[in-house]
């Protein structure tokens, strides 16, 4: 089953688990906390500007979004960790991603984005983990990548595989200033959407 990056659109936003209607093809997900550079990876990867909108307000609206891409979606989960949500809104995102993650759905792969600059935060952990317990293949896109020296990067990338929750992780660093990584998580999505069954990289 083909995924097709030139031609994906919003299809629809829920901020409730009983909204989500049925899975019926493969979902792609795309998650990480506030501010690290989910809305900016989706549009890089499909070549539009503003198919997913950058928020200057990080955890403002918690929906789970998701985007038709040929015969797979995109899904945009809600940024976790911002400090500023109100206590209501902190359970109804932990409910939602409940929910959501509880249904039996295809999700044969994961994008956790991840500054590349620091260490995966305990939202970070959590998150990884949960993907762990679940079964979903994941790959750690490491965002900002533009912002380290190669001194500085090397320094990191050696710490990353301490810090992540499990060995073999795939790593792609990114950078939306320099287009670094688009190409191969591209590549990365369109090979689990093939061939799901693999499931490793």
Known sequence: MPINFNSVEFESAFGLTKQIPTSDLPEIIFCGRSNVGKSSLLNKITNRKSLARVSSSPGKTITINFYRAGDARLVDLPGYGYAKIPKF???????????????????????????????????????MNLLLDRG?????????????????????????????????ITMIPFSSLTNEGVNEVKAAIADIVASPKDGKF
Not at 110 to 115: E, F, G, K, P, S
Request: net charge negative; no cysteine.
């Open 89 to 127: 809104e902190i359970e109804r995102f932990a409910k939602l991603m409940e929910g959501y993650f509880s249904q039996d759905r295809n999700m044969p792969l994961a994008l956790q984005l991840i500054d590349i600059r620091r260490p995966p935060t305990k939202d970070d952990m959590m998150m």
């Open 136 to 168: 979903i293949n994941f790959i750690a896109v490491l965002t900002k990548a533009d912002k380290l020296n190669k001194t500085q990067r090397a320094a990191r990338l050696a710490e990353f595989e301490h810090e992540l929750p499990a060995e073999g």
